[in-house]
């Protein structure tokens, strides 16, 4: 076992882990933040992706002993201390861009992240920039619309 300490969400966590574990299963099970899904543990979904120092990850990618030391942003890190939503989170419930929400979590992470690179300035650049994650119900017209919306893009 190693202890570690990331940054999750603003709070300071010191955490025993086993040097194998993936940082998926860090958050879910060891910090009980369960918004980060787990969808395929093969890198293909992007459904567990979180910001690992600003930059979207697939947390199934990442060993936790290799976030020792960082900030990690989760989908529950996203709300403002009143619970109100995110942008994004606010541009995909008005934008019906989620039926299951499986992927949303995953989805929204990265939307986060593209917006803040700069690089959701138009549809085709949103949809290269989300390419990596899978959505296996809305055929994705929403979730472009969404983060164009967030973004402050027009359509």
Known sequence: MRQVTLSVNGQARTVEIEPRELLVYVLRERLGLNGTTVGCDTSSCGS???????????????LGVQADGAEITTIEGLAGPDG???????????HHALQCG???PG???????LIAAGEAGSEEEIRI???????????????????QAAAGVRS
């Open 129 to 147: 920039g989300l390419e990596g994650n899978l959505c296996r119900c809305t055929g994705y017209h929403n979730i472009v619309k969404a983060v």
């Open 84 to 94: 109100s939503l995110h942008p994004v989170q606010q541009a995909f419930h008005e």
């Open 102 to 104: 499986y992927c949303t």
């Open 107 to 113: 989805m929204v992470m990265a939307a986060v992240s």
């Open 48 to 62: 567990c992706t979180v910001l690992l120092d600003g930059e979207s990850v697939k947390s199934c990618t990442v």
